[in-house]
């Protein structure tokens, strides 16, 4: 499973000690403001400049605006960065019909799409109809709505092998993390939070605890 962070702050964008190797960031307006950044495309220029600084792999922004003339100018300008960051650019859009032309504008760059807000199985047939490549259903916000998160994972872990990969969001548990990984989804967004509680686990400390006080003990 490929992982990705969720977040704009760009001072969280290195995985700690204990997590395995990060795919890259993922990003969207809301992120972008909570990091303290207006959500402008100078904005977004600044955060690929600083993927390529770390060596990230892969950036995923999400478009502001269903503005087709505006997409168009954003992406004149995002990919040559992302280009000369050597930063895979991925483009993030709300899974609705009112963004269908944008996805076109954004296919025709031949940048790779991302559907985000994915909630039911008729969307997700949409978005493969729509040749998304990824698709990002927000499985904490199913749960609190009280949808079946299961049946929707296992519908996007079916697709993956007709090439609409799954791009699991906003999960909040290990359980659920670990039910991911047993299905096969393709990869995950984790917050920075999330990951650092799981880095270090009440769990393993305790046995590392007990095994430094016995080793003590035998030598006594």
């Known amino acids: ?7 704009a702050d760009t001072r969280l964008w290195q995985a700690p000690a204990g997590c395995p190797p990060i795919q890259g960031v993922t990003t969207n307006p809301s992120l ?10 100078a904005s977004y220029r600044h955060l690929v400049s600083r993927a390529g600084e770390l060596r990230l792999p892969e950036l995923m922004l999400q478009l502001p605006r269903a503005d087709v003339a505006e997409a168009h100018d954003w992406i004149a300008e995002l990919l040559p960065a992302a280009g000369q960051a050597q930063v895979r650019l991925t483009l993030k859009l709300p899974c609705h019909p009112d963004w269908t032309q944008v996805i076109r504008e954004v296919r025709a ?28 259903p927000y499985l904490g916000r199913l749960a609190d709505d009280g949808r079946d998160v299961w049946t929707l994972v296992e519908a996007c872990v079916s697709l993956q092998q007709e090439g609409l990969h799954l791009l699991a969001a906003s999960i909040r548990s290990a359980d659920v993390f670990c039910r991911l990984i047993a299905l096969g989804a393709s990869a995950a967004t984790v917050r920075p939070e999330f990951v650092d509680s799981l880095t270090h686990d009440p769990l393993t400390t ?7 006080a016995n080793i003590e003990r035998s030598l006594l």
């Open 1 to 7: 499973m490929k992982l990705y962070l969720d977040t």
């Open 32 to 41: 972008v403001q909570q990091a303290g950044l207006p959500v402008t495309l």
């Open 206 to 212: 305790a046995a590392m605890a007990e095994f430094d």
């Open 109 to 136: 760059w031949g940048l790779p799409v991302l559907l985000t807000g994915l909630a039911n199985p008729l969307q997700l047939l949409w978005a493969k109809a729509q040749g998304a490549q990824l698709v990002a």
